[in-house]
């Protein structure tokens, strides 16, 4: 009997009966541990509402560089054309310029204001790129497009209708086609004009761009 009772009392306690039975109500405390709370968020994540104006604002931007390229050539080419033909007699020299039609005149004047006006809008084109929603700066390119479109409008059309007498002269004015003989020179200003009227198509598109961007999304 002796022997019994010293292996009951030298076997030892375990940490596991000892938390039991220090529970009143015989249960485990890690039974009685509370159960894990998933937290589910129900808050909207915001959707990014600029992101087609942000767009809109880039193509304008793009659009603007390429006007501004056309008018700067347009303005170009009609400066330099000149033609001087080979044959000449003692008291006249057949040359012609540019500078002897005031249409082209007009031409180089107007494509050339027409690409300053662009290149000083590309500040507020950069804004609208930063700042989709700003309504201002977007109005003002509006303004400068639409003043810019008909300028370049007009002095490509002029231009246009001198080339054309230029290359067909007119029977009821007895007007002659002297591109027959300056066929360089009709060459060259039948270029600047087909530059000047797509800066026009340009500018067109970038009105475009810009009254759909005011349009509140």
Known sequence: ???????????????????????????????????????????????????????????????????????????????????????????????VQWDDFPMFQFFVFANGAAAVFLILSLPFSIVCIVRPFAVGPRLLLVIIDTFTMALVMAAASAAAAVVYLAHNGSQDANWIAICQQFTDFCQVTSEAVVASFVAAVFLICLIVVSSVALKRG
């Not at 292996?7 to 009143?24: L, M």
């Not at 109500?25 to 998933?38: C, F, H, L, Y």
């Not at 909207?44 to 767009?55: E, I, L, M, N, V």
């Open 1 to 95: 009997m002796d022997s019994k009772k010293e292996e009951v009392a030298s076997a030892p306690t375990s940490p596991e009966s000892r938390r039991t039975r220090s529970n009143g109500k015989g249960k485990n405390i890690a039974e009685a541990a509370p159960p894990s709370v998933t937290v589910v968020s129900t808050k909207a994540t915001p959707s990014p509402r600029g992101g087609w104006k942000k767009g809109v604002a880039i193509l304008d931007f793009i659009l603007r560089l390429g006007a501004i390229g056309s008018a700067i050539g347009a303005a170009t080419i009609m400066g330099n054309s000149e033609q001087i033909l080979p044959f000449f007699t003692q008291f006249f020299q057949f040359h």
